[in-house]
């Protein structure tokens, strides 16, 4: 068996900031840019602050170049309603003919993966890269991972894998609920690696042809070097780390903190949030209106993870809440696991994988407020049992997400993986529409 030397990595954004994908991926790229002879990172947009690559790892620019030159509305709409893909969809699923969102969101879909399969074959056919010897890696298993594997037909023995993680992996997550495309995009990858065991059994529930090929692969935070220390003055400290969005459902949480605050008028709240978001102003609204005297709020912003962390380092806090409506697995769970706090979280996604009993309260998906509230109170009101929790967490960090050990785990799955047996090798696409030579 040939094994891989190259790694090829696919980002929305990364190393650019965009798409917010640093925090995960920069632990994990560290430890494949030591285990392949080569690392490019290949993102989709140049949008944002650029965040260093490790020593070593390269950069191609040209695909999100070459992608941003998509044509008008109605010319992407005509490519794609000319490709068999879509056809094919529409035959196995003809009830998307009812529903415009999901025709739009399939066209769309199938007119990327185009744009990507044109553009890895006039990659491969520069000659800097051997198929038969590369890991092409998407981080979200999106269009550009069916792209990739089109690219089969020409190079038979190309490797491809995925991880998942949120919208690209729980259809009812998002709306409509309609991934396109998704038994083609599967049949076409090696081996996906949803990033929690919930993840995982979707997928294999669903598509338990695929069940074999399906590999749970928690990515991971490294180690803080501390332990966050809690109040000592009889204020009770809670804090939140995420977007503020819609779906993170803030509001909830205010909510929640209001009603854990008059139901212990004689303890002062502080509340830190880690974040910001279009809904900001309204959050802040809310809280002038709804918070009762007893609670201190303050929104922080978005704190980069080193400011983030000395935040945690030199703060008292006594509990991390998220109320999330939808997750992959955030990694604000997994740093206030590793920083030891007694946390609070919602039964979505890959929360539960990090939060449980041991460690903390799970809320269900959708609680009220009061439970809200019911939850932050069982933290305050029984420091002892607080205490134990801390511990736990730190545990939970230490056996489910230390980021060294996962992604040396991820890097030694992903050089085993066998060359896959294509079909015939057709005449590779030396297409100067891709741009390569001419942007070079």
């Known amino acids: 068996m040939t094994v891989p030397e190259i790694l090829l990595l696919f980002t929305q954004s990364y190393p650019y900031d965009v798409a917010a994908e640093q925090t995960f991926l920069a632990p994990e790229i560290a430890t494949m840019a030591r285990q392949f002879r080569r690392v490019i990172v290949v993102p989709e947009c140049l949008t944002g602050k650029r965040y260093p690559l490790p020593a070593g790892v390269e950069l191609e620019e040209r695909y999100a170049s070459f992608r941003s030159r998509r044509g008008s509305r109605l010319g992407r709409a005509m490519r794609a309603g000319s490709s068999s893909l879509f056809f094919q969809e529409l035959w196995d699923r003809p009830w998307i003919t009812t529903r415009p969102a999901c025709l739009r969101r399939l066209a769309n879909f199938v007119h990327s993966a185009e744009l990507t399969r044109r553009w890895v074959l006039a990659y491969l056919g520069e000659g800097t890269v051997d198929s038969a010897r590369s890991v092409f890696y998407t981080f979200w298993c999106d269009a550009s991972t069916l792209g990739i594997g089109l690219c089969r037909r020409e190079h038979p023995c190309l490797r491809l894998i995925s991880r998942a993680h949120r919208y690209d992996l729980y259809e009812q997550q998002i709306v409509p609920p309609y991934i396109p495309l998704r038994p083609k995009s599967l049949f076409l990858l090696d081996a996906l690696f949803p990033d929690s065991l919930r993840g995982a059994d979707h997928v294999a529930r669903l598509y338990p042809w695929f069940a074999g090929k399906t590999f749970a692969s928690r990515q991971g935070v490294d180690d803080p070097g501390f332990i966050t220390s809690v109040s000592s003055d009889g204020v009770f400290r809670v804090v939140s780390c995420a977007a503020i969005i819609a779906r993170k459902r803030l509001d909830l949480t205010l909510r929640g903190v209001a009603l854990a605050a008059r139901s212990s008028p004689r303890t002062t709240f502080e509340w830190n949030h880690i974040g910001d978001g279009p809904l900001r102003g309204e959050i802040e609204a809310m809280a002038k209106k709804e918070l009762p005297a007893n609670v201190v709020m303050h ?26 409506e939808s997750e992959g697995t955030p990694v604000s769970l997994m740093e206030a696991a590793a920083c030891g706090m007694a946390v609070v979280a919602t039964d979505v996604g890959g929360n539960p994988e990090v ?50 050990r996962n992604y040396m785990e991820f890097a030694e799955r992903i050089k085993a993986i066998p060359a896959p047996r294509g079909v015939a090798p057709a005449k590779p696409d030396r297409s100067a529409e891709c741009g390569l030579k001419s942007e070079g």
């Open 355 to 404: 939060v449980s009993e041991r460690n903390g309260v799970v809320l269900d998906a959708k609680p009220s407020p009061t439970a809200v509230a019911a939850a932050l109170l069982q933290v305050l009101k029984d420091p002892i049992a607080a205490a134990a929790k801390r511990q736990e967490s730190r545990r939970v960090w230490q056996e489910r997400y230390d980021a060294k």
């Open 299 to 324: 929104i922080l912003g978005y704190l980069p993870p080193e400011q983030m962390m000395e935040f945690y380092r030199d703060n008292a806090i006594d509990v991390f809440i998220t109320t999330t």
